[in-house]
Protein backbone atom coordinates (compact mmCIF):
# COMPACT_ATOMS: atom_id res chain seq x y z
CA UNK A 1 0.00 0.00 0.00
CA UNK A 2 1.54 3.08 -0.63
CA UNK A 3 1.51 5.75 1.67
CA UNK A 4 0.66 10.13 1.11
CA UNK A 5 3.31 12.36 1.80
CA UNK A 6 1.73 14.86 3.87
CA UNK A 7 1.06 18.11 2.64
CA UNK A 8 3.88 20.80 3.01
CA UNK A 9 3.25 24.37 3.76
CA UNK A 10 3.98 25.18 0.05
CA UNK A 11 1.13 22.84 -0.92
CA UNK A 12 -1.03 24.69 1.53
CA UNK A 13 -0.34 28.09 0.59
CA UNK A 14 -1.55 28.49 -3.37
CA UNK A 15 0.95 32.17 -2.92
CA UNK A 16 3.27 33.53 -0.45
CA UNK A 17 1.57 35.82 2.13
CA UNK A 18 2.23 39.35 2.27
CA UNK A 19 2.55 41.30 5.18
CA UNK A 20 1.90 44.94 5.71
CA UNK A 21 1.74 46.83 9.26
CA UNK A 22 -0.48 48.82 11.12
CA UNK A 23 -1.48 49.39 14.71
CA UNK A 24 -4.45 49.63 17.27
CA UNK A 25 -4.46 51.53 20.29
CA UNK A 26 -5.30 50.28 23.83
CA UNK A 27 -6.08 53.51 26.07
CA UNK A 28 -2.47 55.29 26.13
CA UNK A 29 -0.95 52.59 24.82
CA UNK A 30 -0.19 51.16 20.98
CA UNK A 31 0.19 47.88 19.72
CA UNK A 32 1.76 47.06 16.22
CA UNK A 33 -0.50 44.86 13.91
CA UNK A 34 0.70 42.84 11.05
CA UNK A 35 -1.22 41.62 8.73
CA UNK A 36 -0.98 38.72 6.21
CA UNK A 37 -3.24 37.63 3.42
CA UNK A 38 -2.98 34.61 1.06
CA UNK A 39 -4.64 31.90 -0.66
CA UNK A 40 -5.90 28.32 0.96
CA UNK A 41 -7.51 25.41 -0.31
CA UNK A 42 -11.13 25.58 0.88
CA UNK A 43 -14.62 27.10 -0.24
CA UNK A 44 -14.67 30.74 -1.84
CA UNK A 45 -14.68 33.54 0.23
CA UNK A 46 -12.67 35.76 3.06
CA UNK A 47 -11.83 34.93 6.37
CA UNK A 48 -10.84 37.40 8.93
CA UNK A 49 -8.59 35.84 11.84
CA UNK A 50 -7.25 36.94 14.85
CA UNK A 51 -9.63 38.52 17.36
CA UNK A 52 -11.06 41.19 15.12
CA UNK A 53 -14.67 42.72 16.28
CA UNK A 54 -17.06 43.69 14.01
CA UNK A 55 -15.88 47.71 12.80
CA UNK A 56 -12.88 45.49 11.97
CA UNK A 57 -14.51 42.65 10.52
CA UNK A 58 -16.93 44.50 8.39
CA UNK A 59 -13.79 46.17 6.59
CA UNK A 60 -13.05 42.95 4.43
CA UNK A 61 -16.30 44.46 2.08
CA UNK A 62 -14.83 47.72 2.02
CA UNK A 63 -11.90 46.01 0.99
CA UNK A 64 -13.37 44.32 -1.67
CA UNK A 65 -15.41 46.92 -3.32
CA UNK A 66 -12.92 49.48 -3.53
CA UNK A 67 -10.26 46.62 -5.38
CA UNK A 68 -13.12 46.08 -7.82
CA UNK A 69 -13.21 49.82 -8.13
CA UNK A 70 -9.86 49.56 -9.28
CA UNK A 71 -10.11 46.63 -11.33
CA UNK A 72 -8.48 44.80 -9.21
CA UNK A 73 -11.42 41.58 -8.41
CA UNK A 74 -10.63 38.29 -6.12
CA UNK A 75 -10.36 35.29 -7.45
CA UNK A 76 -13.35 32.88 -6.67
CA UNK A 77 -10.64 31.02 -4.00
CA UNK A 78 -10.58 30.86 -0.65
CA UNK A 79 -8.50 33.89 1.08
CA UNK A 80 -7.27 34.17 4.72
CA UNK A 81 -6.48 37.44 6.14
CA UNK A 82 -4.90 37.03 9.80
CA UNK A 83 -4.35 39.84 11.94
CA UNK A 84 -1.23 39.42 14.82
CA UNK A 85 -0.37 39.15 17.84
CA UNK A 86 -3.94 37.27 17.68
CA UNK A 87 -4.34 38.35 21.30
CA UNK A 88 -4.94 41.97 20.57
CA UNK A 89 -8.25 42.65 20.35
CA UNK A 90 -8.72 44.95 16.90
CA UNK A 91 -11.15 47.10 16.43
CA UNK A 92 -11.38 50.01 13.93
CA UNK A 93 -11.53 50.87 10.54
CA UNK A 94 -7.49 51.60 10.62
CA UNK A 95 -7.30 47.75 9.09
CA UNK A 96 -9.03 48.88 5.76
CA UNK A 97 -6.21 49.91 4.14
CA UNK A 98 -3.38 47.77 5.11
CA UNK A 99 -5.81 44.96 4.19
CA UNK A 100 -5.95 46.41 1.02
CA UNK A 101 -2.66 46.89 -0.14
CA UNK A 102 -1.49 43.52 1.59
CA UNK A 103 -4.28 42.18 -0.60
CA UNK A 104 -3.15 44.48 -3.92
CA UNK A 105 0.23 43.05 -3.29
CA UNK A 106 -0.98 39.19 -3.51
CA UNK A 107 -3.39 40.24 -6.47
CA UNK A 108 0.36 42.07 -8.04
CA UNK A 109 1.97 37.62 -9.19
CA UNK A 110 5.09 38.72 -8.35
CA UNK A 111 5.21 41.91 -9.62
CA UNK A 112 8.25 44.01 -7.28
CA UNK A 113 7.11 47.37 -5.97
CA UNK A 114 8.59 50.66 -5.30
CA UNK A 115 9.45 50.91 -1.96
CA UNK A 116 9.32 48.33 0.82
CA UNK A 117 5.82 47.80 1.64
CA UNK A 118 6.70 45.87 5.42
CA UNK A 119 8.73 48.96 6.35
CA UNK A 120 5.58 51.37 6.15
CA UNK A 121 2.42 51.42 8.80
CA UNK A 122 -0.64 51.81 7.10
CA UNK A 123 -4.01 53.03 8.77
CA UNK A 124 -7.06 54.54 6.90
CA UNK A 125 -10.59 53.71 6.44
CA UNK A 126 -11.67 52.98 2.42
CA UNK A 127 -14.83 54.03 1.37
CA UNK A 128 -16.68 51.65 -1.19
CA UNK A 129 -14.88 53.83 -4.22
CA UNK A 130 -11.35 53.82 -3.16
CA UNK A 131 -11.94 56.90 -1.20
CA UNK A 132 -8.94 57.22 1.89
CA UNK A 133 -11.02 58.53 5.10
CA UNK A 134 -9.66 59.37 8.41
CA UNK A 135 -9.30 57.78 11.21
CA UNK A 136 -9.03 57.35 15.01
CA UNK A 137 -5.78 56.73 16.78
CA UNK A 138 -3.32 58.76 14.13
CA UNK A 139 -1.14 60.42 16.73
CA UNK A 140 -0.80 57.01 18.77
CA UNK A 141 0.19 55.41 15.50
CA UNK A 142 3.22 57.96 14.20
CA UNK A 143 4.72 56.99 17.66
CA UNK A 144 4.43 53.48 17.27
CA UNK A 145 5.72 53.69 14.00
CA UNK A 146 8.72 55.84 15.32
CA UNK A 147 9.16 53.62 17.87
CA UNK A 148 9.27 50.56 15.71
CA UNK A 149 11.75 52.24 13.30
CA UNK A 150 9.85 51.87 10.22
CA UNK A 151 10.76 54.38 7.33
CA UNK A 152 7.08 55.65 7.61
CA UNK A 153 3.48 56.07 7.80
CA UNK A 154 0.83 56.25 5.28
CA UNK A 155 -2.87 58.31 6.10
CA UNK A 156 -5.38 59.72 5.17
CA UNK A 157 -4.95 63.48 4.08
CA UNK A 158 -7.45 64.50 6.18
CA UNK A 159 -5.25 63.23 9.79
CA UNK A 160 -1.96 64.77 8.29
CA UNK A 161 -2.74 67.92 10.32
CA UNK A 162 -2.71 66.24 13.72
CA UNK A 163 0.46 64.65 12.99
CA UNK A 164 2.13 67.46 11.03
CA UNK A 165 1.49 69.41 15.01
CA UNK A 166 2.89 66.13 16.47
CA UNK A 167 6.16 66.56 14.56
CA UNK A 168 6.17 69.99 15.55
CA UNK A 169 6.13 69.37 19.73
CA UNK A 170 7.77 66.49 19.95
CA UNK A 171 11.15 68.01 19.61
CA UNK A 172 12.04 66.65 16.14
CA UNK A 173 11.34 63.18 16.55
CA UNK A 174 8.30 62.67 14.51
CA UNK A 175 10.52 64.16 11.48
CA UNK A 176 12.76 61.50 11.31
CA UNK A 177 10.15 59.24 9.58
CA UNK A 178 8.52 60.06 6.41
CA UNK A 179 4.55 60.67 6.59
CA UNK A 180 2.20 61.09 3.55
CA UNK A 181 -1.34 61.33 3.63
CA UNK A 182 -3.39 60.26 0.31
CA UNK A 183 -6.76 60.49 -0.94
CA UNK A 184 -7.56 57.70 -2.26
CA UNK A 185 -6.62 53.46 -2.48
CA UNK A 186 -5.54 54.35 -6.38
CA UNK A 187 -2.98 57.13 -5.15
CA UNK A 188 -1.54 54.76 -2.58
CA UNK A 189 -0.72 52.05 -5.17
CA UNK A 190 0.71 54.29 -7.23
CA UNK A 191 2.77 55.56 -5.03
CA UNK A 192 3.67 51.81 -4.31
CA UNK A 193 4.80 50.11 -7.57
CA UNK A 194 5.54 53.20 -9.18
CA UNK A 195 7.02 55.77 -6.64
CA UNK A 196 4.34 58.24 -8.15
CA UNK A 197 3.77 61.20 -5.58
CA UNK A 198 1.41 63.06 -7.27
CA UNK A 199 -1.31 62.30 -5.42
CA UNK A 200 0.39 61.88 -2.26
CA UNK A 201 0.73 65.12 0.76
CA UNK A 202 3.35 64.80 2.97
CA UNK A 203 4.23 66.37 6.51
CA UNK A 204 4.25 69.68 6.87
CA UNK A 205 4.99 72.16 9.82
CA UNK A 206 1.70 74.02 10.88
CA UNK A 207 1.57 77.76 10.88
CA UNK A 208 -0.51 78.39 13.97
CA UNK A 209 -0.75 82.24 13.00
CA UNK A 210 -3.50 80.89 10.25
CA UNK A 211 -5.85 79.59 13.11
CA UNK A 212 -7.21 82.65 14.19
CA UNK A 213 -10.25 80.81 15.95
CA UNK A 214 -7.93 78.70 17.77
CA UNK A 215 -5.72 81.42 19.22
CA UNK A 216 -8.03 83.19 21.43
CA UNK A 217 -12.09 82.92 20.33
CA UNK A 218 -12.44 79.00 21.83
CA UNK A 219 -13.00 80.21 25.16
CA UNK A 220 -14.87 83.73 26.56
CA UNK A 221 -12.65 85.46 28.46
CA UNK A 222 -12.92 88.01 31.25
CA UNK A 223 -13.23 91.24 29.69
CA UNK A 224 -16.90 90.86 29.59
CA UNK A 225 -17.02 90.27 33.10
CA UNK A 226 -17.07 91.91 36.78
CA UNK A 227 -14.75 90.98 38.66
CA UNK A 228 -14.25 91.41 42.26
CA UNK A 229 -10.72 91.74 43.85
CA UNK A 230 -10.49 88.56 45.25
CA UNK A 231 -12.61 86.77 42.89
CA UNK A 232 -9.51 87.96 40.42
CA UNK A 233 -7.09 86.87 42.91
CA UNK A 234 -8.95 83.35 42.87
CA UNK A 235 -8.25 83.46 39.51
CA UNK A 236 -4.80 84.02 38.67
CA UNK A 237 -3.91 81.24 41.81
CA UNK A 238 -6.35 78.88 40.26
CA UNK A 239 -4.47 79.80 36.32
CA UNK A 240 -0.87 79.66 38.15
CA UNK A 241 -0.55 76.68 40.10
CA UNK A 242 -3.31 74.67 38.65
CA UNK A 243 -5.24 74.26 41.53
CA UNK A 244 -8.21 72.73 42.11
CA UNK A 245 -11.32 74.82 42.88
CA UNK A 246 -15.17 74.66 44.56
CA UNK A 247 -17.43 78.00 43.26
CA UNK A 248 -20.21 78.22 46.21
CA UNK A 249 -22.22 80.88 46.39
CA UNK A 250 -26.23 82.19 45.40
CA UNK A 251 -27.71 81.86 41.61
CA UNK A 252 -26.55 84.71 39.59
CA UNK A 253 -23.21 85.12 41.67
CA UNK A 254 -21.33 84.15 38.24
CA UNK A 255 -19.89 80.36 38.84
CA UNK A 256 -20.48 79.32 35.89
CA UNK A 257 -19.52 82.19 34.10
CA UNK A 258 -16.40 82.59 35.63
CA UNK A 259 -15.38 78.90 35.40
CA UNK A 260 -16.32 79.23 31.42
CA UNK A 261 -13.54 81.90 31.42
CA UNK A 262 -11.03 80.78 33.00
CA UNK A 263 -9.61 78.81 30.79
CA UNK A 264 -8.53 81.76 28.49
CA UNK A 265 -5.63 82.60 31.47
CA UNK A 266 -3.99 79.16 30.87
CA UNK A 267 -0.87 79.19 28.68
CA UNK A 268 -0.57 76.41 25.66
CA UNK A 269 0.28 73.34 26.79
CA UNK A 270 3.58 72.29 27.06
CA UNK A 271 5.37 69.53 24.45
CA UNK A 272 4.47 66.77 26.82
CA UNK A 273 1.05 67.53 27.64
CA UNK A 274 -0.12 68.63 24.51
CA UNK A 275 1.24 65.04 22.54
CA UNK A 276 -0.48 63.41 25.31
CA UNK A 277 -4.03 65.25 24.98
CA UNK A 278 -3.57 64.87 21.56
CA UNK A 279 -3.12 60.73 21.83
CA UNK A 280 -6.09 60.85 24.15
CA UNK A 281 -8.43 62.86 21.99
CA UNK A 282 -7.23 60.85 18.93
CA UNK A 283 -8.68 57.86 20.23
CA UNK A 284 -12.05 59.18 20.80
CA UNK A 285 -12.30 61.19 17.42
CA UNK A 286 -10.87 61.06 13.59
CA UNK A 287 -10.48 64.96 13.60
CA UNK A 288 -8.79 66.34 16.29
CA UNK A 289 -10.37 70.29 17.62
CA UNK A 290 -8.20 73.52 16.28
CA UNK A 291 -8.10 74.96 19.22
CA UNK A 292 -6.59 71.54 20.71
CA UNK A 293 -4.09 71.51 17.58
CA UNK A 294 -2.93 74.84 18.25
CA UNK A 295 -1.94 74.35 22.04
CA UNK A 296 -5.48 75.83 23.65
CA UNK A 297 -6.25 73.51 26.78
CA UNK A 298 -8.79 71.78 26.86
CA UNK A 299 -12.37 72.36 28.48
CA UNK A 300 -14.97 70.00 29.47
CA UNK A 301 -17.97 70.53 31.07
CA UNK A 302 -19.99 67.09 31.37
CA UNK A 303 -23.90 67.27 32.47
CA UNK A 304 -24.47 65.68 36.36
CA UNK A 305 -26.59 62.82 34.72
CA UNK A 306 -23.27 61.50 33.26
CA UNK A 307 -22.32 58.11 33.96
CA UNK A 308 -19.16 56.97 35.77
CA UNK A 309 -18.02 55.16 32.27
CA UNK A 310 -18.62 59.28 30.66
CA UNK A 311 -16.90 60.36 33.09
CA UNK A 312 -13.96 58.34 33.82
CA UNK A 313 -14.02 56.39 30.95
CA UNK A 314 -13.98 52.57 29.57
CA UNK A 315 -11.07 50.69 28.12
CA UNK A 316 -11.55 51.65 24.36
CA UNK A 317 -13.08 55.54 25.18
CA UNK A 318 -11.67 58.16 27.18
CA UNK A 319 -13.76 59.73 29.43
CA UNK A 320 -14.45 63.72 30.48
CA UNK A 321 -11.83 63.64 33.16
CA UNK A 322 -9.52 61.98 30.58
CA UNK A 323 -10.36 64.48 27.70
CA UNK A 324 -9.49 67.57 30.34
CA UNK A 325 -6.04 66.26 30.06
CA UNK A 326 -4.14 69.57 30.75
CA UNK A 327 -7.19 72.05 30.96
CA UNK A 328 -10.20 71.92 32.62
CA UNK A 329 -12.64 69.73 34.39
CA UNK A 330 -15.92 71.89 35.01
CA UNK A 331 -18.44 70.03 37.12
CA UNK A 332 -21.44 72.36 37.58
CA UNK A 333 -23.97 71.49 40.56
CA UNK A 334 -21.55 69.37 41.47
CA UNK A 335 -23.09 67.68 44.66
CA UNK A 336 -25.83 66.83 42.01
CA UNK A 337 -23.38 64.23 40.23
CA UNK A 338 -24.28 60.41 41.87
CA UNK A 339 -22.20 59.99 45.05
CA UNK A 340 -20.31 57.13 44.12
CA UNK A 341 -19.08 58.73 40.90
CA UNK A 342 -17.72 61.72 43.36
CA UNK A 343 -16.02 59.13 45.68
CA UNK A 344 -14.29 57.80 42.28
CA UNK A 345 -12.76 60.56 41.78
CA UNK A 346 -10.17 61.00 44.71
CA UNK A 347 -7.96 58.91 43.66
CA UNK A 348 -7.83 60.65 39.67
CA UNK A 349 -7.63 64.22 41.88
CA UNK A 350 -4.67 62.94 43.61
CA UNK A 351 -2.74 61.17 40.99
CA UNK A 352 -3.69 62.54 37.68
CA UNK A 353 -4.42 58.62 36.12
CA UNK A 354 -7.50 57.08 35.42
CA UNK A 355 -7.27 52.87 36.21
CA UNK A 356 -10.07 51.19 34.40
CA UNK A 357 -10.44 47.58 35.01
CA UNK A 358 -12.43 45.12 33.59
CA UNK A 359 -12.50 41.20 33.95
CA UNK A 360 -9.91 40.81 31.52
CA UNK A 361 -8.72 44.28 30.64
CA UNK A 362 -7.21 47.09 32.14
CA UNK A 363 -6.12 49.81 30.65
CA UNK A 364 -4.78 53.27 31.96
CA UNK A 365 -6.30 57.06 31.07
CA UNK A 366 -4.10 60.14 31.57
CA UNK A 367 -6.11 62.61 33.77
CA UNK A 368 -4.03 65.70 34.61
CA UNK A 369 -7.00 68.53 34.98
CA UNK A 370 -7.79 71.33 37.28
CA UNK A 371 -10.89 70.36 38.58
CA UNK A 372 -13.34 73.63 38.60
CA UNK A 373 -16.76 72.82 40.79
CA UNK A 374 -19.53 74.80 41.19
CA UNK A 375 -22.48 74.65 43.50
CA UNK A 376 -25.14 76.82 45.59
CA UNK A 377 -25.24 76.83 49.50
CA UNK A 378 -28.20 74.63 50.14
CA UNK A 379 -31.53 73.42 47.17
CA UNK A 380 -32.94 76.55 47.17
CA UNK A 381 -29.98 78.27 46.46
CA UNK A 382 -30.02 81.14 48.84
CA UNK A 383 -28.88 79.97 52.04
CA UNK A 384 -26.12 83.10 53.03
CA UNK A 385 -27.67 85.48 50.48
CA UNK A 386 -28.27 89.05 50.95
CA UNK A 387 -31.10 89.63 48.46
CA UNK A 388 -33.33 86.25 49.39
CA UNK A 389 -34.20 84.26 52.29
CA UNK A 390 -33.17 80.82 52.82
CA UNK A 391 -36.44 78.81 52.18
CA UNK A 392 -35.01 75.19 53.67
CA UNK A 393 -35.66 73.64 56.41
CA UNK A 394 -32.47 71.91 58.43
CA UNK A 395 -33.18 68.72 57.66
CA UNK A 396 -32.81 69.48 53.46
CA UNK A 397 -29.86 71.84 54.59
CA UNK A 398 -28.41 69.06 56.63
CA UNK A 399 -28.79 65.97 54.07
CA UNK A 400 -27.81 68.55 50.69
CA UNK A 401 -24.52 69.29 52.36
CA UNK A 402 -23.86 65.61 53.33
CA UNK A 403 -23.69 64.62 49.38
CA UNK A 404 -20.43 66.04 49.79
CA UNK A 405 -18.14 63.59 51.52
CA UNK A 406 -15.50 64.85 53.52
CA UNK A 407 -12.41 63.62 51.58
CA UNK A 408 -13.82 64.79 48.69
CA UNK A 409 -13.69 68.51 49.83
CA UNK A 410 -10.40 68.25 51.36
CA UNK A 411 -8.33 67.15 47.74
CA UNK A 412 -10.21 70.37 46.52
CA UNK A 413 -7.47 73.20 46.91
CA UNK A 414 -9.72 76.41 47.07
CA UNK A 415 -12.73 76.66 48.46
CA UNK A 416 -14.20 80.04 47.45
CA UNK A 417 -16.92 81.85 48.15
CA UNK A 418 -18.83 83.97 45.48
CA UNK A 419 -19.42 87.54 46.52
CA UNK A 420 -22.74 88.80 46.04
CA UNK A 421 -23.60 92.23 45.41
CA UNK A 422 -26.22 94.52 46.64
CA UNK A 423 -25.68 97.01 43.55
CA UNK A 424 -28.69 97.96 41.46
CA UNK A 425 -29.45 95.74 38.09
CA UNK A 426 -28.52 98.75 36.30
CA UNK A 427 -25.54 99.88 37.84
CA UNK A 428 -24.17 96.44 37.05
CA UNK A 429 -25.87 96.89 33.42
CA UNK A 430 -23.82 100.33 32.97
CA UNK A 431 -20.66 99.06 34.12
CA UNK A 432 -20.41 96.07 31.42
CA UNK A 433 -21.78 99.07 29.09
CA UNK A 434 -18.26 101.05 29.65
CA UNK A 435 -15.86 100.40 27.41
CA UNK A 436 -12.78 101.24 29.57
CA UNK A 437 -13.92 99.23 32.30
CA UNK A 438 -12.03 95.65 31.57
CA UNK A 439 -10.40 96.62 28.09
CA UNK A 440 -7.52 94.01 28.67
CA UNK A 441 -8.25 92.90 31.48
CA UNK A 442 -7.68 88.90 30.10
CA UNK A 443 -4.55 90.19 28.83
CA UNK A 444 -3.03 91.35 32.05
CA UNK A 445 -3.91 88.27 33.97
CA UNK A 446 -2.82 86.27 31.48
CA UNK A 447 0.38 87.61 31.63
CA UNK A 448 0.21 87.50 35.04
CA UNK A 449 -0.23 83.84 35.39
CA UNK A 450 3.15 83.50 32.82
CA UNK A 451 4.87 85.78 34.80
CA UNK A 452 3.64 83.38 38.25
CA UNK A 453 4.75 79.85 36.49
CA UNK A 454 8.14 81.92 35.06
CA UNK A 455 9.44 82.91 38.19
CA UNK A 456 8.71 79.06 40.39
CA UNK A 457 9.65 77.11 36.75
CA UNK A 458 13.68 76.60 38.23
CA UNK A 459 12.73 76.06 41.71
CA UNK A 460 9.83 73.32 40.39
CA UNK A 461 11.88 71.56 38.00
CA UNK A 462 14.66 71.33 40.96
CA UNK A 463 12.16 69.19 43.14
CA UNK A 464 10.40 67.10 40.17
CA UNK A 465 7.08 69.10 39.94
CA UNK A 466 5.82 70.59 37.14
CA UNK A 467 3.12 73.09 39.04
CA UNK A 468 3.18 74.03 42.43
CA UNK A 469 -0.19 71.95 42.50
CA UNK A 470 2.69 69.09 42.36
CA UNK A 471 4.87 69.79 44.68
CA UNK A 472 5.00 66.84 47.36
CA UNK A 473 4.92 67.27 51.03
CA UNK A 474 8.91 66.10 51.33
CA UNK A 475 9.92 69.88 49.25
CA UNK A 476 7.59 72.20 50.94
CA UNK A 477 10.21 73.02 53.30
CA UNK A 478 12.77 73.69 50.76
CA UNK A 479 10.29 75.29 48.45
CA UNK A 480 8.75 77.97 50.92
CA UNK A 481 12.01 80.13 50.92
CA UNK A 482 12.24 79.89 54.83
CA UNK A 483 14.07 78.58 57.19
CA UNK A 484 13.26 75.11 58.66
CA UNK A 485 12.45 77.12 62.14
CA UNK A 486 10.82 79.84 61.08
CA UNK A 487 8.74 77.36 58.52
CA UNK A 488 7.56 75.26 61.84
CA UNK A 489 6.22 78.50 63.17
CA UNK A 490 4.31 80.16 60.19
CA UNK A 491 2.82 76.70 60.06
CA UNK A 492 1.84 76.40 63.86
CA UNK A 493 0.61 79.72 63.72
CA UNK A 494 -1.57 79.71 60.36
CA UNK A 495 -3.53 76.23 61.16
CA UNK A 496 -5.51 74.73 63.59
CA UNK A 497 -4.86 71.74 65.34
CA UNK A 498 -8.19 70.18 63.92
CA UNK A 499 -6.64 70.46 60.45
CA UNK A 500 -5.66 67.49 58.51
CA UNK A 501 -2.49 66.99 57.16
CA UNK A 502 -3.71 66.69 53.22
CA UNK A 503 -5.63 70.50 53.81
CA UNK A 504 -2.05 71.43 55.58
CA UNK A 505 -0.34 70.30 52.80
CA UNK A 506 -3.21 72.02 50.08
CA UNK A 507 -2.81 75.00 51.89
CA UNK A 508 0.98 75.41 51.28
CA UNK A 509 1.06 74.68 47.78
CA UNK A 510 -1.78 77.48 47.50
CA UNK A 511 0.28 79.95 49.76
CA UNK A 512 3.38 79.44 47.49
CA UNK A 513 1.17 80.04 44.28
CA UNK A 514 0.18 83.49 46.04
CA UNK A 515 4.01 84.76 46.83
CA UNK A 516 4.95 83.20 43.14
CA UNK A 517 2.01 85.84 41.94
CA UNK A 518 4.20 88.94 43.98
CA UNK A 519 7.49 87.74 43.15
CA UNK A 520 8.29 86.79 46.70
CA UNK A 521 10.98 84.13 47.27
CA UNK A 522 9.45 83.05 50.89
CA UNK A 523 5.54 82.35 51.88
CA UNK A 524 4.34 84.89 54.01
CA UNK A 525 2.18 84.55 56.91
CA UNK A 526 -0.54 87.02 55.08
CA UNK A 527 -0.12 83.43 51.88
CA UNK A 528 -0.61 81.61 54.53
CA UNK A 529 -4.14 83.26 56.46
CA UNK A 530 -6.00 83.46 53.00
CA UNK A 531 -4.81 80.24 51.42
CA UNK A 532 -6.58 78.73 55.04
CA UNK A 533 -9.41 80.55 54.87
CA UNK A 534 -9.67 79.16 51.17
CA UNK A 535 -9.97 75.51 52.76
CA UNK A 536 -13.56 73.23 53.03
CA UNK A 537 -13.29 74.37 56.97
CA UNK A 538 -12.21 77.91 56.67
CA UNK A 539 -14.91 79.01 53.63
CA UNK A 540 -17.45 76.80 55.74
CA UNK A 541 -16.82 78.74 58.73
CA UNK A 542 -16.95 82.04 56.46
CA UNK A 543 -20.44 81.54 55.31
CA UNK A 544 -21.62 80.64 58.97
CA UNK A 545 -22.14 76.64 58.69
CA UNK A 546 -21.43 74.35 61.77
CA UNK A 547 -18.26 72.76 61.31
CA UNK A 548 -19.18 68.84 60.62
CA UNK A 549 -22.90 69.29 59.58
Not at 242 to 271: C, D, N, V
Given at each position: ????APE?V?T?????PTAV?TA??????T??????????????G?Q?????L??????K???R?A??S???H?P??R??VS?T???V?K??????????VS????L??G??P?V?P????F??EL?L????R?????V?F?L?ALAAG??????A???????????AVD?G??KR??V??????K???A?L?E????G???????D??R?PA???S????F?D???E?T?E???LV???G?H?I???GA???????F?????S????LG???????????????E??????L????P?????H????AA?L????HP?EI?LA?????F??E?????R??L?????????G?V?V???RR???WR????L??A?N?????W?????????????????????L???????????FN?????EAT??L???L?D?????G?T?R???????????G?AR??AV?????????????V????????R??T?V??S??K?A????????LR?ART????DG??AIR?ADL???W??????????R?????N
Amino acid sequence: MSQTAPETVETLWEGAPTAVHTAACDAMDTALLRIECGFVRGFAGMQVIGNALDVSRDGKERVRAALESLGLHLPARRLVVSLTPADVKKDGSQLDLPVAVSLALLLAEGREPHVRPERWLFAAELGLGGELRPVRGVVSFALAALAAGLDGLVIAAENLSEVSVLAAVDGGRTKRMQVLGFESLKSVLAWLYEGDLDGAQSLKEPDFRRRPAAEGSDFPDFDDMILEPTLERAALVVAAGMHSILLRGAPGTGKSMFSARLASLLPRLGSQEHVEAMRIYSVAAERLPAGLLAGRPPFRAPHHQASAAAILGTPEHPGEIALAHGGILFLDELPEFRRDLLESLREPLETGEVRVSRSRRKVLWRARSILIAACNNCPCGWFGSVRKTCSCVYTRLLAYRQRLSGPILDRIDVHFNMPETSEATADLFLKLHDPARSEGRTHRLAAAVASARAYGAARNEAVGARYNRDLTAEHLVSVSGLSPSRFETLVNESFPKSASRRSVIRSLRVARTLADLDGEAAIRSADLGLSWSWTAEGAARSRGETIGN
